[in-house]
């Protein structure tokens, strides 16, 4: 399939169905002219029903799949010729990756690494002027950062190592088996682009909210305890002397 600014391009987006997957996809079938299928497993977490209102676009195809499998994945790239990735398919919750990290391993790093195998098999047949303009983004979290510490007083926002502020020249530090699988899982992805030349690029953001978050989630938690009068959970510790 010929590339060109003109033509519109068809993005790969795993875990569509899930919180911010599913916003990306209503942006990309409302804002843009992009071809869109979504791979995704279907977990507690994925809900088709934030989906409702693009599932009818002929722009768009679901494919339920998890991204352990590793023929599925090809069987879908052979098929939709993907200009992107755009990986955001993840066990996600922290509370989860303390009580069973099993799941987060094999999702997060296995999962991401047979995408990254699966991609690299599509983008090495591709012709040239597609394979220069093949992406492959990895969505993934500041807490592979750690934790901040408490805020510098008087410090100058301009300077983020002084107030305390992650920049992506932050060592990982990541702190629960959540934040470690995805640290794992950008390391594969950095490893991939140096030793393969895949075109990947890693973007960590900063906690997400709004409309379809799951309720599990600290905001839309607080929200709906503070409705029932339940208590409010708050996490981390209290330092001494602070
Ligand atoms: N939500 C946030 O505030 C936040 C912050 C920083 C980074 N992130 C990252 O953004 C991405 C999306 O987060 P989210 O909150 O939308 O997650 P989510 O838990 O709401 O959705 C994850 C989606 O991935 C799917 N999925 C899980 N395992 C799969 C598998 N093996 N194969 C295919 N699909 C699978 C689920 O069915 C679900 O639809 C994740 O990679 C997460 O680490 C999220």
């Known amino acids: 399939m010929p590339t060109s600014c003109s033509m519109p391009r068809t993005l790969l987006v795993t875990g569509g169905a899930g919180f911010i997957g599913s916003a990306v996809i209503r942006h990309l079938l409302t804002s843009t002219r992009a071809r869109v299928v ?3 497993k279907l977990t507690y ?3 088709l029903a934030s989906l409702v209102e693009v599932a009818g676009n002929p722009r768009y195809a679901f494919e339920r799949l998890d991204i352990c499998h590793r023929q599925g994945l090809d069987r879908v ?3 939709y010729q993907p200009d992107a990735v755009m990986h955001l398919a993840a066990e996600s919750h922290v509370d989860r990756s303390i009580d ?3 799941d987060f391993i094999q999702t997060n790093i296995v999962g991401t690494y047979t995408l990254l195998e699966a991609a690299r098999a599509y983008w090495n047949g591709l012709d040239t002027e597609r394979r220069d303009a093949f992406r492959f983004h990895h969505i993934s979290t500041d807490e592979v950062y750690g934790d901040l510490g408490a805020p510098v007083a008087g410090a100058s926002k301009l300077e983020p190592h002084s107030s305390n502020l992650f ?3 932050t060592p990982y530090s990541p702190s629960s088996p959540y934040s470690a699988s ?3 899982a950008d390391h594969l992805v950095r490893a991939w682009q140096h030793t393969y030349g895949l075109p990947t690029l890693i973007t960590n953001c900063s906690n997400n909210y709004g409309p379809y978050h799951f309720p599990e989630k600290l905001i839309p938690l607080v929200i709906l305890n503070a409705l029932e009068g339940k208590p409010l959970p708050v996490y981390g510790r209290r330092r001494a002397g602070a």
């Open 38 to 40: 979504n791979v995704d």
């Open 45 to 47: 977490a994925g809900n």
């Open 77 to 79: 790239f052979a098929c």
């Open 100 to 102: 069973g990290p099993a």
């Open 167 to 169: 920049t992506e020249q």
């Open 182 to 184: 995805k640290a794992s």
